[in-house]
């Protein structure tokens, strides 16, 4: 097959996040940022708080700026409303979840430990994100494969990948296991958000463990399928290339803008087969999505043929087409 493009699938994309799901995050803003929110949380992706700047909020592609200034006072207020019914605090990698909910919240410091930036990213339960994606992922589940999903930040990389899961799951049930590092895929509670279906889920909690984890799981629990967001920067390369070639299949998010940065990040090299900026080996992934936008991906079925096209500094043709979804309803 060669390329080809087909115009946009009509697939009903519908967000079951519970009234209750977005008031927890409005609830925790203090009065004044949660009279500006309330009429467009349903709409929002991000909220940014950072010190001596405007409250600024994201929306897809568009960013904007209230003029309302997140002082010192009113950002210490945040911090600790964030923070409300969190045992611990803050984690080890500065995030922090709701429980029964798919928000996260992240911030960062200055030397002193005082916290100067605040992000909330609005977690949604979407369902349809993947349904154009349905044909590709049921083949590779036949197969025994897994995916790569690779894309930018905010791309709606996580949000399409709880949408596999919960597709993966219809065929595998608790034979897919779900290695959730920063509790995005499906919640930061004991109990998992059902967006993912029969698939069972493994809490890291802290990014350092995630290596470890992946080893854990494939010794203890049996899985059929391994998935998980972020891999590839924290030691966990050498437990997937190690454990690939015992039947677990792989599906993952891969960070990079595009394929091309991804095949040319030489420490994704030993996951993709690539040896000295050659390839020698199968990739982890036999399929690749790339997440071109929200809704738009471009499927490369023969992720192997499309990484030596890269290689060769070629645009791959072979087994790649694209295809799209519709808003959520």
């Given at each position: 097959?060669?390329?080809?493009?087909?115009?946009?699938?009509?697939?009903?994309?519908?967000?079951?996040?519970?009234?209750?799901?977005?008031?927890?995050?409005?609830?925790?803003f203090p009065?004044?940022?949660?009279?500006?929110?309330?009429?467009?949380?349903?709409?929002?992706?991000?909220?940014?708080?950072?010190?001596?700047?405007?409250?600024?909020?994201?929306?897809g592609?568009?960013r904007i700026?209230?003029?309302?200034?997140?002082?010192?006072?009113?950002?210490?207020?945040?911090?600790?409303?964030?923070?409300s019914?969190?045992s611990?605090?803050?984690?080890?990698d500065?995030?922090?979840?709701?429980?029964?909910?798919?928000?996260?919240?992240?911030r960062?410091?200055?030397?002193?430990?005082?916290t100067?930036?605040?992000?909330?990213?609005?977690?949604?339960?979407?369902?349809?994100?993947?349904?154009?994606l349905?044909?590709v992922?049921?083949?590779a589940?036949?197969?025994?494969?897994?995916?790569a999903?690779?894309?930018?930040?905010a791309a709606g990389?996580?949000?399409?990948?709880?949408?596999?899961a919960?597709?993966?799951?219809?065929?595998?049930?608790?034979?897919?296991?779900?290695?959730?590092?920063?509790?995005?895929?499906?919640?930061?509670?004991?109990?998992?958000h059902?967006?993912?279906?029969?698939?069972?889920?493994?809490?890291?909690?802290?990014?350092?463990l995630q290596?470890?984890?992946?080893a854990r799981?494939?010794?203890?629990?049996?899985?059929?399928?391994l998935?998980?967001?972020?891999?590839g920067?924290?030691?966990?390369?050498?437990?997937?290339?190690?454990?690939?070639?015992?039947?677990v299949s792989?599906?993952?998010?891969?960070?990079?803008k595009?394929?091309?940065?991804?095949?040319g990040?030489?420490n994704l090299w030993?996951?993709?087969?690539?040896?000295?900026?050659?390839?020698?080996?199968?990739?982890?992934?036999p399929?690749a999505v790339e997440?071109l936008?929200?809704?738009?991906y471009?499927?490369?079925?023969?992720?192997?043929?499309?990484?030596?096209a890269?290689?060769?500094?070629?645009?791959?043709?072979?087994?790649?087409?694209?295809?799209?979804?519709?808003?959520?309803t």
């Amino acid at each position: 097959m060669t390329a080809s493009t087909f115009p946009p699938a009509r697939f009903p994309v519908t967000d079951i996040t519970t009234p209750q799901e977005y008031q927890a995050i409005l609830d925790r803003f203090p009065y004044e940022i949660r009279e500006i929110l309330a009429p467009l949380i349903q709409d929002l992706d991000e909220v940014v708080l950072d010190l001596n700047q405007p409250l600024s909020v994201r929306a897809g592609d568009l960013r904007i700026d209230y003029p309302l200034l997140i002082d010192e006072t009113l950002l210490a207020r945040v911090d600790t409303e964030m923070q409300s019914g969190v045992s611990k605090g803050w984690r080890a990698d500065g995030r922090i979840g709701i429980p029964g909910t798919l928000h996260r919240i992240s911030r960062e410091t200055n030397l002193q430990h005082t916290t100067v930036m605040i992000t909330v990213r609005v977690g949604r339960a979407l369902i349809g994100v993947a349904e154009p994606l349905r044909d590709v992922i049921y083949a590779a589940v036949d197969r025994g494969a897994g995916l790569a999903i690779i894309g930018p930040p905010a791309a709606g990389k996580t949000t399409l990948l709880r949408d596999i899961a919960r597709i993966m799951a219809e065929r595998l049930g608790r034979g897919l296991v779900i290695i959730d590092t920063s509790n995005e895929i499906a919640g930061d509670s004991d109990v998992p958000h059902p967006i993912i279906g029969k698939a069972r889920r493994v809490i890291v909690g802290d990014p350092q463990l995630q290596a470890g984890k992946f080893a854990r799981t494939i010794g203890n629990t049996g899985p059929q399928a391994l998935l998980s967001d972020e891999i590839g920067y924290r030691d966990d390369i050498p437990i997937i290339v190690q454990n690939a070639p015992r039947g677990v299949s792989i599906t993952a998010t891969l960070h990079g803008k595009n394929m091309i940065r991804v095949v040319g990040s030489q420490n994704l090299w030993p996951l993709l087969g690539i040896r000295d900026a050659v390839k020698t080996d199968p990739s982890i992934f036999p399929v690749a999505v790339e997440v071109l936008a929200r809704g738009h991906y471009r499927v490369h079925t023969d992720f192997d043929a499309s990484i030596e096209a890269l290689l060769r500094g070629e645009t791959p043709t072979q087994d790649v087409r694209e295809i799209g979804a519709s808003r959520p309803t």
